[in-house]
């Protein structure tokens, strides 16, 4: 598994490289001053405005507040059914809000809904408390999780967003936890919600992301707007099998913000392919295996070769494929044996490890008497 964690790392660190001056060449009319676009599935950086600076970021805090919910569910600590008690403290939060009572109870899968759709900062505190036990044992579990992820220009203060003194990030640690947050496929349940209701239909709900309803293939992700903050986004959407983040932090308007986010997205389309169908079996196949139970080794990848290139060279991707014509047993299952590059114009651009699809023990005397005994019979059999 350490092998195969590896390998994807150092793709994706190669494949990042290589794409890092196309953010600096996009030349795009952005009106906020601080914004970020990213092919999620790469981490390619596609275009970039001011995106260290540290701003606060409104509510688009609670995409850290919901990623800390799902890896809850995932991991089986909670579930969605679960039932969440408000607290007085969570009641008491302000801003937007579903209005829960203190004692109120909702399941964790509303909960969640009135975070996702509505920003409901009185549920997210609700939720914070019930994972952490309190919110500031939840502030230090989205503290952690932050710097795991390499989020190095942020500090939470809270799991809300609202203005609170040094409670700081930047576009690109917002990036981050975007990408982090939608490889929970199940979040797409919750931001993809344009109209909904809580309470058996009593509280209505309408989603303060409107690209949701009026952007093709918007999957979320969180909105957010305070006095200190202004107007931020993470906006992130779905085509062709690619996916974009759109972040947005301190535009002048909510109008504003929604139309950065939608021209950065839609220069990403524009302009980018994911080309995800570049290894087929005969690049990988078998390999003669030495002194082995079998004779060939059969082979995988570790998967996760997309690369993104722009659209007019998607044609031009040249394979490089180096692999030995044999290899000695033992081989552990996803040990490297080889590897794929992919070039443009002589540029590396991309490239994924050839890995041993199941482990190849070594022959004993025994089998190696065997073979010989078929081979010497039957002819078919190559003693190796």
């Not at 939470?156 to 576009?171: I, K, P, Q, R, Y």
């Not at 997205?265 to 990988?284: K, M, R, T, V, W």
């Not at 002589?346 to 005994?373: C, S, V, Y």
Request: with cysteine.
């Amino acid at each position: 598994m350490k092998k195969l964690l590896s390998a994807a790392v150092c793709f994706i660190v190669l494949i990042t490289a290589s794409f890092q001056s196309l953010a600096e060449e996009a030349v795009l009319e952005i009106s906020a001053p601080s914004a970020i676009l990213i092919e999620a599935s790469t981490g390619q950086v596609l275009y970039e405005k001011n995106s260290h600076d540290r701003r606060p970021p409104a509510s688009v805090t609670k995409i850290m507040t919901m990623l800390l919910v799902m890896e809850a569910i995932d991991s089986g600590k909670i579930s969605m059914d679960d039932m969440v008690r408000c607290s007085e403290k969570a009641a008491s939060m302000g801003g937007s809000q579903v209005y829960l009572e203190p004692n109120e109870e909702m399941s964790v899968h509303d909960m969640l809904k009135a975070v996702a759709v509505a920003s409901g900062n009185d549920a997210a505190a609700a939720l914070g408390e019930f994972i952490a036990g309190s919110l500031e044992g939840f502030v230090s579990m989205m503290n952690e999780r932050a710097k795991e992820l390499g989020m190095n220009d942020t500090t939470f203060v809270n799991c809300n967003g609202l203005d609170a003194e040094g409670h700081l990030t930047s576009a690109f640690d917002i990036a981050l936890m975007s990408k982090e947050l939608i490889s929970h496929q199940t979040i797409f349940d919750f931001t993809t919600i344009w109209m909904d209701s809580l309470r058996d239909g009593k509280f209505g709900l309408v989603n303060t992301n409107k690209l949701i309803r009026f952007y093709e293939g918007a999957t979320g992700l969180k909105t957010g707007s305070t006095g200190e903050a202004k107007y931020c986004l993470s906006a992130s959407a779905k085509r062709n099998g690619m996916d974009l983040i759109a972040v947005i932090l301190g535009a002048p308007s909510s109008k504003e913000r929604f139309a950065d986010a939608s021209k950065l997205l839609d220069y990403g389309f524009a302009n980018y392919a994911i080309a995800n169908s570049l290894i087929s079996e005969e690049d990988l196949g078998k390999t003669k295996l030495l002194k082995g139970i079998k004779s060939e080794l059969e082979l995988t990848t570790p998967g996760g070769y997309n690369v993104l290139v722009s659209k007019s060279k998607v044609n031009d991707i040249e394979k490089r494929v180096t692999l030995p014509e044999s290899v000695e047993a033992p081989i552990a299952s996803g040990e490297k044996v080889g590897e794929i590059s992919f070039y443009i114009d002589g540029q590396q651009i991309g490239g994924t490890d050839i890995i041993a699809k199941e482990n190849a023990p070594r022959a004993n005397p025994l089998h190696m008497f065997a073979k010989l005994a078929r081979q010497l019979c039957y002819g078919t059999v190559e003693v190796n």
